[in-house]
Structures are given as structure tokens and as C-alpha cells.
T-cell receptor
Framework: AQSVTQLGSHVSVSEGALVLLRCNYS??????LFWYVQYPNQGLQLLLK??????LVKGINGFEAEFKKSETSFHLTKPSAHMSDAAEYFC???????????FGTGTRLTVIP | EAGVVQSPRYKIIEKKQPVAFWCNPI?????LYWYRQNLGQGPELLIR????????DSQLPKDRFSAERLKGVDSTLKIQPAELGDSAVYLC?????????????FGEGSRLTVL
């Protein structure tokens, strides 16, 4: 069964500081991995995704994530937080050949001025 | 290009009342999804359509929930009768292709409050 664990339901960082949001997955085979962002009262927007190939994936708004098979992780990072990054972030996994996305419980990012 | 459109954005009803949500996917997207997002949780799939066919409805509570996608475009999700535990955000998403790395595009959601 697919599952996704996001460590830390709330993360606070100062403006300009490193953002690190953690995601671990469980899968019998390497899955496709996604990060979505949800701003208040809005739908989810794709930040980035890992399918195959390069394990370091760059997304929109300066975010990137690295797929580490040995650690079954797909942590999301951004070198310097901006106030506009305050939102809810969801990690999701899809098993290859399957059609359903399984979402983690989300991490709410607060950026402190 | 217009995104996924959902209505209503907000709905407040009393328990045992019916409610319906409407979704218009991105033009040309054959796959349509309904997700439910409870407070503080990630979205969970309720039903997935390939064109007009419901190909995965295993998580849809069929005693009170129903959905349809006539003509393979717009879709409606209905709850009758609503219960207190149905309070959630109902998200519609669509994708050009299903499976693998196909990107899902989400609407803004319909927030349901059952009193």
C-alpha cells in the first residue's frame, strides 16, 4: 500500500532562512513523487514532480526536492524563504502504472518577517 | 486557458439535507477526480472518471454519495442526506492523461459545512 508521511504539521522559518519540509514514502517500487502547494481558500498547485532520471528536481518559485531512494525520502527545500511562501504543502505519491495519488497530511509553512 | 471551475465555493446546510457540487474540468481533459479534504488532512480520492465512466469509486460512500459525469465533461457530486461528518472541502481535479506522471489540475474546492 502507498503511504506518505510528512514530518511536522507546522514549520516556521524566518524570512530569508532555509525552508526544509520533510516527506517520506513507503512503496515496494520507486513511485512518482509530487509536491503540491495550497494557498488559503485555493486549490492545490503542482510545485514539482519526480518521475525518472535526475534525482534533484527543480520546481516553481525557487523550490527543489531530491529523491533519495535509500532513505525513501523526497524532502522539499528552498534556500531563502519569502513571505509569499506561507501556505500548506502536500507531498503525494503515485505508484507507477497506478492512477491514484496518495497525499500526506500536509505541512503548514509560516514565514516570520 | 480556464482552469478547473467548481461551484458553489461555500455551502452551509443542516444535517439530513441534500447538497450538490458541480465541476467543469479543463477543456480536453478526459480524466476527472473528486477528492475530499478534511480539516488538517490531505485530499483523499472519492471517485475517478475516464471520460464518462467511473473507473475507481471504491472510496465513495455509496449509501449517501453519488456522482455523474454526463457526456464526459462536467461532473456533479451529490450527498443525500448529509451528515455532520461530511463537513469538508470537496476538490475536483482533472488531468489530460491518467496514471504515471500526469499532472492533476485542481479547482478551488467547495467547502461544505453541515450543521
Amino acid at each position: 500500500a502507498q503511504s506518505v508521511t510528512q514530518l511536522g504539521s507546522h514549520v516556521s522559518v524566518s524570512e530569508g532562512a532555509l525552508v526544509l519540509l520533510r516527506c517520506n514514502y513507503s512503496s515496494s517500487v520507486p513511485p512518482y513523487l509530487f509536491w503540491y502547494v495550497q494557498y488559503p481558500n485555493q486549490g492545490l498547485q503542482l510545485l514539482l514532480k519526480y518521475t525518472t532520471g535526475a534525482t534533484l528536481v527543480k520546481g516553481i518559485n525557487g523550490f527543489e526536492a531530491e529523491f533519495k531512494k535509500s532513505e525513501t525520502s523526497f524532502h522539499l527545500t528552498k534556500p531563502s524563504a519569502h513571505m509569499s511562501d506561507a501556505a500548506e504543502y502536500f507531498c503525494a505519491v503515485r505508484k507507477t502504472g497506478a492512477n491514484n495519488l496518495f497525499f500526506g497530511t500536509g505541512t503548514r509553512l509560516t514565514v516570520i518577517p | 486557458e480556464a482552469g478547473v471551475v467548481q461551484s458553489p465555493r461555500y455551502k452551509i446546510i443542516e444535517k439530513k439535507q441534500p447538497v450538490a457540487f458541480w465541476c467543469n474540468p479543463i477543456s480536453g481533459h478526459n480524466t476527472l477526480y473528486w477528492y475530499r479534504q478534511n480539516l488538517g488532512q490531505g485530499p483523499e480520492l472519492l471517485i475517478r472518471y475516464e471520460n464518462e465512466e467511473a473507473v475507481d469509486d471504491s472510496q465513495l460512500p455509496k449509501d449517501r454519495f453519488s456522482a455523474e459525469r454526463l457526456k464526459g465533461v462536467d461532473s456533479t457530486l451529490k450527498i443525500q442526506p448529509a451528515e455532520l461528518g461530511d463537513s469538508a472541502v470537496y476538490l475536483c481535479a482533472s488531468s489530460l492523461v491518467s496514471g504515471d506522471a500526469g499532472e492533476l489540475f485542481f479547482g478551488e474546492g467547495s467547502r461544505l459545512t453541515v450543521l
